[in-house]
């Protein structure tokens, strides 16, 4: 039973347009969501994060909104870059034992064209 | 400049080997995590331990085992090599207590069983 679901699998916008990026989940413990991005043949590298009890969080191009009720969340990347075109994960966190799981969903690859 | 380093980024396994992948890294970080990337199926965690001798299950264990003798050492352990677990693995860290925070990830250990 997946517990984050990104059902996009791909996504194509024009260099200079909106990125939007979707995520959704069904575990309400979950505290924490964070985007990760990932390149071929490396690691994900994170993006960025929002508290389960905020709605929004920005960060230069990126913001994260979180609409808890719906258990959806979004990444917006503007002005989008051919440099983002990569796989974008969405990920949450809840505690487990004594540990904090992280779950990611089955990702979303961008291409931004110039 | 922070570190997880995965000990190989290819191997070859035969059928019914036992095959150890090693992860270190040199953050001091307490949690570390295993997952598996595979097409069309994300990243899917395999396991996870917040402290020396501590683990947990992710969301598919089975076929796997975990070894963390050191804080900054974890090994995913297949005890007996299936096709099945022909994949792309990939170990992160992350500090306790900060579970909004990055996961560091390695650059991945592609794995074929023959």
């Known amino acids: 039973d997946q517990q984050v679901k990104q059902n996009s699998p791909s996504l194509s916008v024009q260099e200079g347009r909106i990125s939007i990026l979707n995520c959704d989940y069904t575990n309400s413990m979950f505290d924490y969501f964070l985007w990760y991005k990932k390149y071929p043949a490396e690691g994900p590298t994170f993006l960025i994060s929002?508290?389960?009890?905020?709605d929004k969080n920005e960060d230069g191009r990126f913001t994260v909104f979180l609409n808890k009720s719906a258990k959806h969340l979004s990444l917006h990347i503007v002005p989008s870059q051919p440099g983002d075109s990569a796989v974008y994960f969405c990920a949450a966190s809840a505690l487990q034992g004594g540990s904090e799981k992280l779950v990611f969903g089955k990702g979303t690859k961008l291409t931004v064209n110039p | 400049d922070v570190k997880v380093t995965q000990s190989s980024r290819y191997l070859v396994k035969r059928t019914g080997e036992k095959v150890f992948l090693e992860c270190v890294q040199d953050m001091d970080h307490e949690n570390m995590f295993w997952y598996r990337q595979d097409p069309g199926l994300g990243l899917r965690l395999i396991y996870f331990s917040y402290d020396v001798k501590m683990k947990e299950k992710g969301d598919i264990p089975e076929g796997y085992s975990v070894s963390r003798e050191k804080k900054e050492r974890f090994s995913l352990i297949l005890e007996s090599a299936s096709t099945n677990q022909t994949s792309m693995y990939l170990c992160?860290?992350?500090?306790?207590?900060?579970?909004?925070?990055?996961?560091?990830f390695g650059q991945g250990t592609r794995l074929t069983v023959v």
């Open positions: 929002i508290s389960s009890i905020k």
């Open positions: 992160a860290s992350s500090l306790l207590g900060t579970p909004g925070t990055e996961a560091f």
